[in-house]
Nanobody, 122 residues
Framework: QVQLVESGGGLVQPGGSLRLSCAAS????????MGWYRQAPGKQRALVAT???????NYADSVKGRFTISRDNAKNTVYLQMNSLKPEDTAVYYC????????????????WGKGTLVTVSS
């Protein structure tokens, strides 16, 4: 089975920084993309940033210039460096991976971690 485990969340003051990590484990043939989504209180889950295997990245407008997503393909790990954090960044951050378990699998599937809480407050 494929498992995604997030880490690095916590309480930080406005303007501070956190680095989230997500490691994918299990039987994985290839990972096309990994990303981070977040769900703030009272809101639906929304995209934060994604990165594909070739390295191209995509960011939500609200985090551009502050967050940086990176990926270690050999370790099946994705990171999210969060700088200049704002109270509105407070949310549960979920790791996502779009991958194939076997070479014969025709379509990629999405897998999700259980989330890590980021609280930005003074």
């Amino acid at each position: 089975q494929v498992q995604l485990v997030e880490s690095g969340g916590g309480l930080v003051q406005p303007g501070g920084s956190l680095r989230l990590s997500c490691a994918a484990s299990g039987s994985i043939f290839s990972i096309y993309a990994m990303g981070w989504y977040r769900q703030a209180p009272g809101k639906q889950r929304a995209l934060v940033a994604t990165i594909i295997s070739r390295g191209s990245t995509n960011y939500a407008d609200s985090v551009k210039g502050r967050f940086t997503i990176s990926r270690d393909n050999a370790k099946n790990t994705v990171y999210l460096q969060m700088n200049s954090l704002k109270p509105e960044d407070t949310a549960v951050y979920y790791c996502n991976a779009n991958l194939r378990v076997t070479m014969s699998q025709t379509n990629n599937r999405d897998y999700w971690g259980k989330g890590t809480l980021v609280t930005v407050s003074s």
